[in-house]
């Protein structure tokens, strides 16, 4: 998957908790997005980062959060305001952030509601 | 929503015929990529055609782009069971600049 880890593949959330998603990319990328995933509905985008310590909101940032302290991590926090959080969790990632770029994909994580 | 629209869904062929999905967009766009996900998995880049260009080949694949009508196709040529896949378009508009993905065709081939 291109040089992009995410971690774990599975992860369960009681209500009311908040969960984290970790993605570290060794690709020496500038710009790192976070895609959630639910079938039928193709990606939707809920936060990007250009630069270390500067992050946007994406179409669906409510109930989630983000930190971009390294160039090479860029960890989800999904929070227990996000009501309906089951779904699959893309990280990616650009050289530059730029519209001509392709994006590299890690493996996904599942986040399921016990 | 900005997501684009891809048809068909579904789609089911035999091993070593064409397959063909479309998608369609709804704004002017700088370019259009096409990716791959196989179950499970994250998605790879296949190819971008510009919005300057009308048709782009790389190996068995091969994107049309008519922006008249806010459209592309991809076609996959001597389909191997292999190729089974969820493909999407990706679209990046000419404002902002982020990606909007379209809801992906779901392509079985059977061997």
């Known amino acids: 998957d291109g040089g992009i880890t995410q971690s774990p593949k599975y992860l369960f959330r009681k209500e009311g908790q908040n969960v984290t998603l970790s993605c570290e990319q060794n690709l020496n990328h500038d710009a790192m997005y976070w895609y959630r995933q639910d079938p039928g509905q193709g990606l939707r985008l809920i936060y990007y980062?250009?630069?270390?310590?500067?992050?946007q909101k994406g179409d669906i940032a409510e109930g989630y959060s983000v930190s971009r302290e390294k160039k090479e991590s860029f960890p989800l926090t999904v929070t227990s305001a996000q009501k309906n959080p089951t779904a699959f969790y893309l990280c990616?990632?650009?050289?530059?952030?730029?519209?001509?770029?392709?994006?590299?994909f890690g493996s996904g994580t599942q986040l399921s509601v016990l | 929503s900005q997501q684009g629209e891809e048809d068909p869904q579904a789609l089911s062929i035999q091993e070593g015929e064409n397959a063909t999905m479309n998608c369609s967009y709804k704004t002017s766009i700088n370019n259009l990529q096409w990716y791959r996900q196989n179950s499970g998995r994250g998605l790879v880049h296949l190819i971008l055609?510009?919005?300057?260009?009308r048709e782009k080949h790389s190996g068995r694949l091969r994107v049309t782009l008519d922006t008249s009508k806010k459209s592309s196709s991809l076609l996959i040529t001597a389909s191997r069971a292999a190729d089974t896949a969820s493909y999407f378009c990706a679209t990046a508009p000419n404002t902002g600049n982020q990606f909007y993905f379209g809801t992906g065709t779901s392509l079985t081939v059977i061997p």
């Open positions: 990616a990632s650009s050289m530059f952030g730029g519209y001509n770029e392709k994006l590299f």
């Open positions: 055609i510009r919005s300057n260009e």
């Open positions: 980062s250009q630069i270390v310590n500067d992050f």
